[in-house]
């Protein structure tokens, strides 16, 4: 078993540094015995192998140690947000087919509750005659409503085998997406030390970048244009920063650009991977590039009418709650439109969110990238809005950094744009906002 592999790799990083939270250090070595135990308790409310395990704990010491417990266990995971309203985190249980409910309180105090319902799904039957361990994981639903993705971890856990490169790593990305446990099981496979992150403001990261000397920070495009916007980089010390990595939504080239002018001599690496197929390892074409290529083992890509599939080794067993999306060669559509240079890709954007103006595409993407290097311009978000003659119109809001007229914004915008857009790509409609939306994992939301 895989699980079995990456513990024992544990082993030998005795005496290092696991996992920094709250300004304290927890070893490999309470981390190992911190699993054994855990897993020996799992026995007192009858968790058995196959049953499958809501955990909730935002990614807290006691949390990774009850998720490698669990996995040991041979359970099928389902990582939940203690954040999340009550509503949503009680739909997701009940699609996930939730059978107990762990919550892992700051006291580090664990509640057990049996949920009620028993998991009859096809796909976790599946794991459980194979004796594997599961991980449920939900999509963003930053453009739709989301999906559950079940996941062998025997498939999904393989890379983590080779990982190598120790660094110190901030732990931005939430546990329960798979750009956080990419993080997370990277980070322990390595012997690196990952640094938990509770406040995840700019200032807050800069100040524990400083104070714990990370190395690698991990992050969306829109926490490092916040990063940015805030100057909270030039009131920390962050001489220890390698690298930074992005990914999870489209980088504004603007953004990119003015990250690489502040942060020289870090190492700017864009990620790209989804929810049902994981993130492999991948090389920016330059540090301010958005070209990057995919170098993962085990995967295959194509590019059919300028839409990304792939085909990996890694890939999830299916949805609890849709239709399976791959096709019967086992390649998956990823929605996402690319334009492709070599052996290199530069990734528009969702084929979900593109603007048809008359016929002609739009990606938002490239919108907000002219608008946010404007003057005043805090965020941007571009969406389309039906048209009776035109089909759609490009809508975009805005915020700011300092108060200004609604309309001399807008014909400050369009006057820019007209410079350096197509016609049918200048928004119709601006909208100036107090917040733009933004979602727990600092994504943009474009319902």
């Excluded at 361990?133 to 890379?159: C, I, M, Q, W, Y």
């Amino acid at each position: 078993m895989i699980i079995d592999q990456l513990l024992e790799r544990l082993e030998r990083f005795s005496g290092r540094e696991a996992i920094i939270w709250n300004a304290t250090a927890y070893s490999y070595d309470w981390l190992l015995q911190e699993v054994r135990r855990e897993q020996e308790a799992l026995s007192q409310p009858g968790i058995g192998p196959g049953a499958v395990v809501v955990l909730e704990g935002d990614g807290m010491p006691s949390a990774c140690a009850l998720l490698l417990a669990l996995l040991n266990n041979r359970n099928i995971v389902v990582p939940l947000l203690s954040a999340l309203p009550e509503p949503e985190k009680a739909e997701q249980v009940t699609i996930a087919q939730g059978e107990y409910r762990i919550r892992v309180e700051a006291s580090a105090r664990c509640q057990v509750d049996r949920v009620g319902q028993t998991a009859t799904d096809e796909l976790i039957q599946r794991l459980r005659r194979e004796g594997h361990p599961g991980l449920v994981l939900f999509t963003s639903g930053s453009t739709g409503a989301s999906k559950a993705v079940l996941h062998d971890t025997e498939r999904l856990l393989a890379k983590f085998l080779k990982a190598e490169t120790v660094l110190r790593t901030v732990a931005f990305l939430l546990f329960d997406h798979m750009a956080g446990l990419d993080t997370l099981f990277y980070a322990f496979a390595s012997g690196s030390t990952l640094i938990g992150c509770p406040d995840r403001s700019p200032q807050a990261v800069c100040q524990l970048i400083a104070q714990t000397r990370a190395e690698l920070l991990p992050a969306t495009p829109t926490f490092l244009r916040l990063l940015l916007l805030s100057e909270a980089w030039r009131q920390a010390d962050l001489s220890s920063l390698k690298v930074i990595a992005y990914g999870s939504e489209p980088m504004p080239a603007s953004t990119l650009q003015r990250l690489a002018e502040v942060f020289q001599g870090v190492q700017l690496i864009q990620k790209y991977g989804m929810c049902e197929w994981g993130s492999p390892r991948s090389k920016s074409k330059s540090r301010d590039s958005l070209w990057v290529r995919l170098n993962g083992e085990g995967l295959q890509t194509k590019v059919v009418n300028g839409t990304l599939w792939v085909k990996a080794e890694s890939a999830m067993l299916g949805y609890l709650n849709a239709p399976s999306p791959f096709d019967a060669e086992g390649w998956l559509n990823t929605g996402d439109q690319v334009e492709v240079e070599g052996e290199y890709l530069r990734i528009l954007g969702r084929k979900s969110e593109l603007i048809n103006v008359g016929g002609s595409k739009v990606y938002p993407a490239e919108v907000e990238s002219v608008l946010l290097e404007l003057d005043n311009i805090a965020g941007a978000v571009v969406t389309g809005e039906p048209h009776a003659i035109m089909g759609q119109i490009v809508v975009a809001k805005v915020s700011l950094k300092h108060a200004e007229d609604p309309e001399a914004v807008k014909h400050r915008i369009q006057q820019a744009c007209r410079q350096r857009l197509a016609p049918y790509k200048i928004p119709v409609k601006v909208q100036v906002v107090e917040t733009e939306p933004i979602t727990l994992r600092f994504k943009q939301v474009r319902r």
